[in-house]
């Protein structure tokens, strides 16, 4: 059935592809940007403008999201609502003001705008793996979408870096939620799906440069196929932005009967990204576009053995993820020769 969904973030890399996603099945979409630059960059995108979308696709410019009645003029007629527009920890971040402040409050400011709002049937928040696994995860345990780190008695007075108030600001946000639940019982059910570092092709990327710098995880990738070192290791977790789009729409659509969280997240060795990218694409290779890099791994173990259910197939695997990426980049270095 024909939806009207609200997603945020949708200048992102998870929220664009949902967004398209979205309007490829044929929804109504709600999409919120900060800017009227970020608004101008959804709708010339050529994706976009593709698909025709016409009145299907509002852009709505919400410049503070984290201050109470954020979203209150943008529900209307929405009956579901995909939270994506939350800060990733880039290492350049402020950790309190950039990470740690607008994770909360957004979310909560969008809860509580959806209270007011009655055509609001289901929410779908993105959170992340490092919900379940904490600072510290275990390299032996495996988790899952229901495992929770209880939260801190008090906000720490700062964090060591961007990383550790992202995790910290993801555990928070899901115990707000449930107290939100539990205190205002809403009208609407919710879910939380928690993905795994998130690679594939971003079609708002179009240069070789932004490819390393402003493509969120994928920017980890980079390093791995171009004969650079990730300075920091990065959770040995993984999910195709294809399979992570379609499990936000397939959860959006469920019923509120339905298990609340959802986790998705392959094991994944960070060490074959050259030998993947080599396979695909011998001739650039041998002409200096790929060499071998290191991308350190953090281990993990994490259970989402669910999402081939509910998806009705397999999950993509690494190697698609990363060809898909070696070749967006490829497209890109061609077109800037161009
Ligand atoms: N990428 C991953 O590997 C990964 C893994 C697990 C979970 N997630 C979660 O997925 C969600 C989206 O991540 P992503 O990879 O799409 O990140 P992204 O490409 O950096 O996009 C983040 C989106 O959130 C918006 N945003 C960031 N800070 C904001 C703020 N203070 N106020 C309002 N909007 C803000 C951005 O808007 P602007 O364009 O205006 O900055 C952008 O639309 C996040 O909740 C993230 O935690 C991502």
Redesign the pocket.
Known sequence: MATKILIT???????FRILVSALLDGHSAVAT???EE?ATLIRNNPVIQKLSAGARLIIAIIPD??IDGAFDSVLEGVSHIIH?????PFPDYEPWSQVYE?TIL?SSSLLSSALKAPTVRRVVI???IVTNLGLNPSTTVAVSSSTRIPPLDSVPPSFANPMEAYILA?IAEIHKTEEFIKTQKPHFSLSYIM????FGRNELITTADMMFGQN??NNFLMPGMVGGELPFPIHGAFVHIDDLADIHLRVAMMDSSSPRDFGIARTVEYSTIFDHVEKAFPEATAAGAFKRGVVPVLPVKYDSTEMEELLGRELKSFGEAVVDVAGQYLENLGRNKA
């Open positions: 973030g949708t200048s992102g890399l998870v929220g940007v900060r800017s970020k999201m984290t994506t527009g939350s800060p990733v607008p957004i993105t959170s992340s993801k993905p795994g570092h998130v969120s995880s």
